[in-house]
């Protein structure tokens, strides 16, 4: 399911969902994705909502992202210090960080540092999203919001083809 956490007459996931499942509630999309963690938040050419038991599926794109969403040194350093901070202290957002240092990168130019990292290591699959506040993502390990299991599944499609395919 294509995911819009932009909510003017309904965000995409639950107008998708209102249509298609009967007596549906918006707690129960919710709960998939935040309490029960059956979904997950990731981007798949648009930001999408995948069955954990997917994720395995989105390895050959998950290693496609370490090389596209390429991080400098400076933010590969700070990537090492938002991964010890999480670890220590749990899910975080932008805002948590200190570091309002501008970067050149994928999505733009002059980007905030903290708000760059978070997002390139979400891509690369390293961090996840644990929960939003509207749309202000906090972010957790990876490991923390998949089972270990689905983490070190391997990739059930051989080839690109059978990607595709898939």
């Given amino acids: 399911v294509q995911f819009d956490p932009v909510d003017v007459c309904g965000r995409s996931p639950d107008i998708s ?3 298609r499942v009967e007596g549906y509630e918006k707690s129960v999309l919710q709960d998939l994705l935040y309490r029960d963690r059956s979904l ?3 981007f798949d050419k648009n930001l999408a909502l995948i069955p954990v038991s997917d994720w395995r599926y989105f390895s050959r794109t998950r ?3 370490q090389n596209y969403w390429r991080m400098t040194a400076e933010m590969e350093d700070a990537a090492v210090k938002i991964r010890a901070m999480i670890a220590r202290r ?3 957002n932008a805002r948590d960080l200190d570091m309002d240092a501008r970067v050149d990168w994928m999505w733009g130019r002059k980007a905030k540092l903290s708000s760059a990292v978070l997002e390139a290591m979400y891509l690369r699959g390293e961090l996840g999203v ?3 506040e509207r749309s202000v993502r906090w972010y957790d390990l990876i490991e ?3 089972p270990r299991e689905e983490l070190d599944a391997a990739d059930p499609n051989g080839t690109d083809e059978a990607l595709f395919r898939w």
């Fill in 17 to 19: 969902l209102f249509s």
């Fill in 40 to 42: 997950v938040e990731y």
């Fill in 63 to 65: 290693a496609g992202n």
């Fill in 90 to 92: 749990g899910p975080l």
């Fill in 130 to 132: 644990h929960h939003r």
């Fill in 144 to 146: 923390n919001l998949i």
